[in-house]
């Protein structure tokens, strides 16, 4: 197979934000973040990507944006992609890691409020699988998170887990390549 027929999507994990209790759509970049950010336009822009989508949280746009407007596109905002909903209020920060083992032990559990992990992935995989739809045998570039970016590529293989997620760094690239009918073929990592 030639690899015109793959279709890459490179997952940009957003890049270093600063934690502020009930703003999770809001917060943006700190100034390293701003910096790293640069960064991902910097290592992204030679791979010709060519379609760009983003969770609605600021972060992850802003980690992207930079890219887009380097390749003169604009990137869509998909409501699904956002990071999977922990809990209202039932989760402190200092047990943000201990909660979210828990959640990968059990894909069918969720705290009060929150999302199990099957919920997260089900919404997630929905849109991945309508964007493979419309740019199949393209290069999209998806602005994301570590929660449910690893929830995405668990249903393409499951050894992606609490291990992973927690591997994972602020900023972080992976890219996903599959064969025209939609079957993935690797995942690379491309930030250093």
Known sequence: MSVEAYTSLYFVRHAESRFIEGQER???????????????AQLLHKEDVEVFYSSPYLRAVHTIQRLADLCGKSV???????????????????DFHEA??????????????????????????????????????KKVVIGTHGDIMTLIFQHYNLSYGFDFWKGT????????????????????????
């Not at 809001?26 to 991902?40: M, N, S, Y």
């Not at 979210?100 to 699988?129: C, M, V, W």
């Not at 760094?169 to 250093?192: A, F, H, N, S, V």
Request: glycine share 8%; with cysteine; aromatic share 6%.
């Open 76 to 94: 869509f905002i998909e409501e699904d992609l956002r990071e999977r909903t922990l809990s209202c209020s039932h989760v402190k920060h200092d």
């Open 26 to 40: 809001e917060r943006g970049l700190t100034e390293q973040g701003d910096l790293d950010a640069e960064k991902v």
């Open 169 to 192: 760094t602020m900023p972080d690239i992976y890219r996903m390549d599959l064969d025209q009918t939609d079957k993935m073929l690797q995942i690379t990592r491309m930030w250093e």
């Open 100 to 137: 979210k083992r828990q959640l990968y032990r059990d894909a069918t559990f969720a705290f009060p409020g929150g999302e199990s992990g099957i919920q997260a992935q089900k919404r997630a995989i929905n849109t991945i699988e309508k964007m493979l739809g419309e740019h199949r045998g």
